[in-house]
C-alpha cells in the first residue's frame, strides 16, 4: 500500500511563492507517474500539474503555467510543487496524487487515472 503526505502548505500573500513537498513511502516511488491536484471550496477537485515516472515529462494547467514547477526525486521518495506568484484563486487544498504506471496521457489530467491520493495540505493565498 503506498502512502502520500503532503507538507509545506500555509498563509501567504499574493504574489509571494511557497513549495510544497509529497512524501512517498509503502511502493516503487519511481514507477509512478505522479500529480498535483487542487480543491476549493464548493469545486471539482482539478489537476494542477503532473510528472512522469522519471521527471522528464511534465504537464501543466493553463492556470499555473509559467508559474508553477512541478518535479521529483525519486532516490529521495519525494515530490515538489514550486508555486511563484501566487493569486488569491490558487487557494485550496493541495493533494499529490500516484498512478502505479509511468507515462502521462490526456487521462492523466483527470482525477480518475490515480490510484493514490494524500489527504492534503491547505494553501491560502490572501490579497
Known amino acids: 500500500q503506498v502512502q502520500l503526505v503532503e507538507s509545506g502548505g500555509g498563509l501567504v500573500q499574493a504574489g509571494d511563492s511557497l513549495r510544497v513537498t509529497c512524501a512517498a513511502s509503502?511502493?516503487?516511488?519511481?514507477?509512478?507517474?505522479m500529480a498535483w491536484f487542487r480543491q476549493a471550496p464548493g469545486l471539482e477537485r482539478e489537476v494542477v500539474a503532473a510528472?512522469?515516472?522519471?521527471?522528464?515529462?511534465?504537464d501543466y494547467s493553463d492556470s499555473v503555467k509559467g508559474r508553477f514547477t512541478i518535479s521529483r526525486d525519486n532516490a529521495k521518495n519525494t515530490m515538489y510543487l514550486q508555486m511563484n506568484s501566487l493569486k488569491p484563486e490558487d487557494t485550496a487544498v493541495y493533494h499529490c496524487?500516484?498512478?502505479?504506471?509511468?507515462?502521462?496521457?490526456?487521462?492523466?489530467?483527470?482525477?480518475?487515472?490515480?490510484?493514490?491520493w494524500g489527504q492534503g495540505t491547505q494553501v491560502t493565498v490572501s490579497s
Open positions: 510528472i512522469n515516472w522519471g521527471g522528464v515529462v511534465t
Open positions: 496524487a500516484a498512478k502505479i504506471t509511468g507515462a502521462l496521457s490526456a487521462a492523466t489530467r483527470t482525477r480518475w487515472a490515480y490510484d493514490y
Open positions: 509503502g511502493g516503487t516511488f519511481s514507477r509512478y507517474a
